[in-house]
């Protein structure tokens, strides 16, 4: 291997996993930061109705996503998005469809207070649950060097859990045997044209990056939805905006966080919520396609039921945008559909702590992660 070979690589690593903004690049969290983290995921008593846990909506066994077409909080409330895995979410440089949230701290207070999800009116509601708790208070004491319960705070809270989340990491895949290791027997036939169309003339690879140090098969950009901006949507674009434009103007409250989850026509203006740019309407963040067999239905708002219908939207959409359309034959679907199978790798309980180790980048954490349900 050449010299320069070397440097690029390294380059890359840096930029993608040692400088990332959320933090992965830092010593690695505490084992009890993550364990803390770990059990406050999956507590349902961390809801206004005690029914709801971060693990309610993203299940282990489902890659941290699950499979209604949007995530359902207290109260059977539906929300407007569809549920994203959150494996190698330490990875993303910005968090939610949209990317609204900067890093995993700040992402992960949003669902507690929010009505849609775990419905708490405020911060103190939340820390009454966790202040409550003597083995909580224990590990945030020794964790934060904090003298008394009292001085837990909501970001001791987020801490722990976006601890707990840099540590969901995917496995290798079938697709990472066949791709980084060379094992031609790791994909079927099949699947192996698959990629070939998928990195071919299917283009899928200018947004679902594919990289031979790191295939996240995301170029954590914002492009227009396959789906196209609703009709309904379209004919209230003054009223939908100017909204945007009032939420945002009342700095500190969760409004806009609220309207997001609460009204799918606000939900629909995509990423321009956070930029205000009239170009963002209808972005959404290019979702990785790992495991993306286990989290049907599919796009921001859940509205496409297989991964059949999916693979069909893109090829016609990405197609017609650069006016170029990608044909493919039945066989030739059914082969970007094996393809895709390919990348399912869900690390089960016993393996989560290895891959932390082995993952895509550091981390020292050596907990044990158990992955109970609620
Ligand atoms: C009611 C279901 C539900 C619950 C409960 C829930 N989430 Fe989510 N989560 C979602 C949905 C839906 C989204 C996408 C929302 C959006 O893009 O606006 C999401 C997005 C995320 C993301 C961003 C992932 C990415 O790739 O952008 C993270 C991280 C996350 N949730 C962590 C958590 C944590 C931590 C908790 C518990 C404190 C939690 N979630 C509770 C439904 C839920
Ligand atoms: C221009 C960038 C771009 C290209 C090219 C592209 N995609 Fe996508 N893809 C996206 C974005 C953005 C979404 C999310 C859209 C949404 O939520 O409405 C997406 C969503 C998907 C999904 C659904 C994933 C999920 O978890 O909901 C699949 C499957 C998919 N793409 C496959 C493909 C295939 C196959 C190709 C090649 C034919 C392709 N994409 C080409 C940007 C792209």
């Not at 494996?87 to 939610?96: C, E, K, N, T, Y």
């Not at 980084?180 to 899928?204: K, P, Y």
């Amino acid at each position: 291997m050449n010299c320069h070979r070397i440097v690029i690589v390294l380059i890359t690593w840096c930029v993608f996993s040692v400088c990332a903004p959320t933090r992965v690049c830092a010593t690695g969290d505490a084992p009890l930061a993550v364990k803390l983290g770990e059990k406050l995921f999956n507590d349902t008593r961390l809801s206004a109705d005690r029914t709801i846990a971060c693990a309610t909506c993203h299940r282990r066994e489902r890659a941290f996503a699950n499979n209604e077409p949007v995530g359902t909080g207290i109260n059977h409330r539906a929300g407007t998005r569809n549920v994203p895995s959150l494996l190698d979410v330490g990875l993303q440089r910005a968090l939610f469809w949209d990317g609204r949230a900067p890093d995993l701290e700040t992402q992960a207070r949003v669902p507690l207070l929010n009505p849609a999800e775990h419905g708490f009116p405020d911060a103190l509601a939340v820390l009454s649950v966790v202040r409550g708790d003597s083995s909580y208070v224990e590990m945030f004491t020794q964790l934060d060097h904090l003298k008394s319960a009292d001085e837990i705070s909501l970001l001791h809270v987020s801490a722990a859990l976006a601890a707990f989340e840099r540590t969901l990491r995917s496995t290798p895949a079938p697709f990472d045997r066949f791709f980084r290791d060379h094992d031609t027997t790791a994909l079927s036939a099949s699947a192996q044209r698959g990629f070939e169309i998928f990195g071919g003339r299917g283009r899928c690879t200018t947004c679902h990056v594919v990289q031979e140090d790191h295939a996240l098969f995301t170029d954590m950009q914002y492009h227009p939805s396959a789906r196209g901006l609703p009709g309904t949507v379209n004919d209230r674009l003054v009223e939908l905006t100017g909204r945007v434009l009032e939420l945002k103007n009342d700095p500190g409250s969760e409004r806009l966080e609220h309207a997001i989850a609460a009204d799918a026509a606000i939900a629909a203006l995509g990423r321009f919520v956070v930029t205000l740019d009239p170009t963002d309407i209808g972005r959404f963040k290019t979702p990785s396609l790992r495991n993306v067999a286990l989290t049907a239905p599919y796009m921001h708002d859940g509205s496409v039921a297989t991964l059949d219908e999916a693979i069909g939207l893109e090829l016609y959409s990405r197609g017609a945008a650069l006016n170029y359309p990608i044909v493919v034959t039945v066989d030739e679907k059914q082969d970007l559909i094996a393809f895709l199978r390919s990348l399912t790798s869900v690390p089960t309980p016993s393996h989560l702590p290895a891959a932390g180790r082995s993952g895509h980048t550091d981390t020292s954490s050596t907990s044990s992660v158990t992955g109970a349900e609620p």
